[in-house]
């Protein structure tokens, strides 16, 4: 497929706070490739008793006009257009950017409330888009981080896609890559056991060997990029988080694997743990990607 040079953002009412618009303007100025907008009306709006669909129809209205507004005052000389839809806002979020560079979206605050607001939207729409989504956390700003792209990779990864999203975005920003690798013990084992047995040891060192065969492929590859490399030991979810956190990274990469229509309906634990608790944009890069 013949992936178009333009990048696609959801917004909704709260677009002026959740720091997606923000990330994808700066994105579009560093690629000059100009933004599509999107706003989508939820069908089901129009069924509920007391709302009137005219009313909707033009609010709906009025936040794109304010957004074009906003996107027209915006730097650069792009193209940048927003428009509005019908349907179900995940779904036709990820049609609409089906064939274009990447999906950016907003995630609201981590309120135990809003936390649940995150599954009926940025994580319905990684879910279901085929090319990169990144989710960007409210009230983003440029300068709220000054670390490395972060990329979380398996001990055997392989996510082709990954790595070509990783490097695009260090090179425009000029910034190394951080290449993380969190291990974790198997369930029926427990720390005292391990660490007595000197299995502890053995297996952090298993656990570099293998993901040092990453890193070479990664320089094999890129071999102008500056790879810095970390193995840590804990939960995937939080070792993750911890790492973009630690090393201040202006963006998190992970790779999701889906390779049937169905399948993509199911994100991993990791993945899904990830989008609820990273506190910088992050970019969830399909293996089926192009871009």
């Known amino acids: 497929m013949t992936v178009k040079p333009v990048i696609h953002v959801g917004v909704d009412g709260s677009w002026r706070d959740t720091g997606a618009l923000e990330w994808a303007l700066e994105e579009s100025l560093l690629r000059r490739e100009p933004l599509q907008v999107v706003h989508v009306i939820d069908e089901k709006l129009r069924h509920v008793p007391g709302w009137e669909a005219d009313a909707v129809d033009d609010a709906s209205m009025e936040l794109v ?17 927003a428009d509005l839809m019908v349907g179900q806002p995940a779904r036709k979020l990820a049609q609409a950017a089906a064939d274009s560079r990447m999906l950016v979206v907003g995630r609201r605050g981590l309120g135990t409330f809003k936390r649940l607001l995150v599954g009926s939207t940025s994580e319905a729409v990684v ?20 670390g490395p792209v972060l990329v ?16 695009a975005a260090a090179a425009e920003r000029g910034l190394p890559i951080r290449l993380v690798h969190v291990w974790d013990l198997p369930a029926m084992y427990s720390w005292d056991a391990i660490n007595v047995a000197g299995v502890s040891a053995e297996m952090a060192e ?36 911890t790492a973009a956190e630690e090393s201040d990274a202006q963006l998190l990469v992970l790779g999701t694997r889906h390779p049937t229509r169905v399948a993509s309906f199911l994100l991993g634990s990791v993945t899904r743990g990830v989008l609820h608790h990273a506190t910088c944009p992050l970019a969830i890069v399909p293996a089926a990607s192009t871009s």
């Open 206 to 241: 298993t656990a570099e060997r293998r993901f040092a065969n990453v890193v070479a492929a990664w320089h094999e590859k890129f071999p102008e990029q500056v790879l810095e490399v970390e193995v840590r030991r804990g939960h995937a979810v939080d070792g993750i988080v």
């Open 65 to 81: 006009n304010d957004v074009q507004k906003y996107l027209d005052e915006s730097p650069g000389t792009l193209d940048n257009e």
């Open 127 to 146: 879910a279901q888009a085929t090319v990169p989504v990144v989710v960007v956390p409210e009230y983003w700003k440029p300068s709220d981080h000054a």
């Open 152 to 167: 979380a990779l398996d001990e055997d990864d392989d996510n082709i896609a990954v790595r070509a999203f990783a490097v």
